[in-house]
Structure formats: structure tokens, C-alpha cells
T-cell receptor, first 112, second 110 residues
């Protein structure tokens, strides 16, 4: 079974801090994704990556950056955290575009 | 970009009832996914389908490509089926070609 592991389930940070969310998958998947999920808005794509060192903006990239130095690891970075980035963050991976995405358990991030 | 609409947004039912959740989309697709998210966050893939019908235990998913519509059915519903059910469609293109519905929040009362 594919395992997608996110580094933290819950995280509390302060406004202005630089925040790192880490995600690791163990199935050699090409594609990795970062989403945020907010009540009433569903899942929204922040960034995705289809190969090492490759990244593409999703629907809501503002205020975020990503890093993929190794195939199995995809990091989401909040450059200067703000309260409107309080949300549930979900990482996913997939073998190809139309294949099922495998999700991590999510990180509930609170910015105070 | 594809528009994905799910209905109902919220559904409360009694244990044992037959449940139907609907998903409509606006543009032709190559695949449709049904996902389940339990309280606490983790999302699992239930079905991927591009035509016809699939069944897994008490869950049945159908798709009508001509009408751009899919349904997820749960027979003999149980409180452990309480979750958010999410429809997602793949319209082709790159890895970001997946569009998600906003989800249906299902509560099954004992």
C-alpha cells in the first residue's frame, strides 16, 4: 500500500514565522501535490510537482513556495505566515495524472 | 476548468437507509474518482471509474458519461459510513487536471 506521511498532524505558529510542512511518499510516484482544505471551499490546489526539482503553481499559490529535491519528498513553505493561512493542509501523490491520488493524514495548521 | 457540483451538501440519515450522493460536472472527462474523508482528515480513494458501474462491499458507484453525472450509493448504511464524500474529475492535461467537488457531509445515526 502507498504510504504518504506528513510530518505533523497539528502545528501552531505565529504570524510572520517561516513554516515548513514536509511530505514523504514511499511508492516512487512522479506526481506530488499540496492542497489546503477550508470549510465550504473544498480542496484547493496550492502547488504540484511532476518530477524532481520541477514545480507548477496550482490555483492558490500566493504566499507559498515548494521544494522537491528528492523524488519522495515534497515540502510546502509558508514564507511569512499570516492568519489567513490557518487551514488543513493535505499532501498527495499519484503515479500519473488520471490515476488515484494517495493522501496523507493532513496537517491542521493554526497561525496566531 | 471543469465545474463539479455535488448534492446534497449535507445528509443525515438513519442506520440501514439507502444513501445516494450525486456529482455533476460541466466538461467531458477521462476519469471520475470518489473519495472518503473521515473526521480527523485522512482521505482515501473509494473508486475510480470512466464508464458503467463499480461495486465494493456496500458501496456502488455509477457514471453516465453522456449526462455528465455520477452517483455514489451506500446500501444498509451504518454509523461508520459517516464521513465527507468527495467527487473529483480528471479532464486530461497535466498532473493538475483533477477538479474536486466541495464534498457531501454524511451522518448516519444509530
Amino acid at each position: 500500500d502507498v504510504k504518504v506521511t506528513q510530518s505533523s498532524r497539528y502545528l501552531v505558529k505565529r504570524t510572520g514565522e517561516k513554516v515548513f510542512l514536509e511530505c514523504v511518499q514511499d511508492m516512487d510516484h512522479e506526481n506530488m501535490f499540496w492542497y489546503r482544505q477550508d470549510p465550504g471551499l473544498g480542496l484547493r490546489l496550492i502547488y504540484f510537482s511532476y518530477d524532481v526539482k520541477m514545480k507548477e503553481k496550482g490555483d492558490i499559490p500566493e504566499g507559498y513556495s515548494v521544494s522537491r529535491e528528492k523524488k519522495e519528498r515534497f515540502s510546502l513553505i509558508l514564507e511569512s505566515a499570516s492568519t489567513n493561512q490557518t487551514s488543513m493542509y493535505l499532501c498527495a501523490s499519484s503515479l500519473s495524472g488520471n490515476q488515484p491520488q494517495h493522501f496523507g493524514d493532513g496537517t491542521r495548521l493554526s497561525i496566531l | 476548468k471543469n465545474e463539479v457540483e455535488q448534492s446534497p451538501q449535507n445528509l443525515t440519515a438513519q442506520e440501514g437507509e439507502f444513501i445516494t450522493i450525486n456529482c455533476s460536472y460541466s466538461v467531458g472527462i477521462s476519469a471520475l474518482h470518489w473519495l472518503q474523508q473521515h473526521p480527523g482528515g485522512g482521505i482515501v480513494s473509494l473508486f475510480m471509474l470512466s464508464s458503467g458501474k463499480k461495486k465494493h462491499g456496500r458501496l456502488i458507484a455509477t457514471i453516465n458519461i453522456q449526462e455528465k453525472h455520477s452517483s455514489l450509493h451506500i446500501t444498509a448504511s451504518h454509523p461508520r459510513d459517516s464521513a465527507v464524500y468527495i467527487c473529483a474529475v480528471f479532464s486530461g492535461g497535466g498532473a493538475d487536471g483533477l477538479t474536486f467537488g466541495k464534498g457531501t457531509h454524511l451522518i448516519i445515526q444509530p
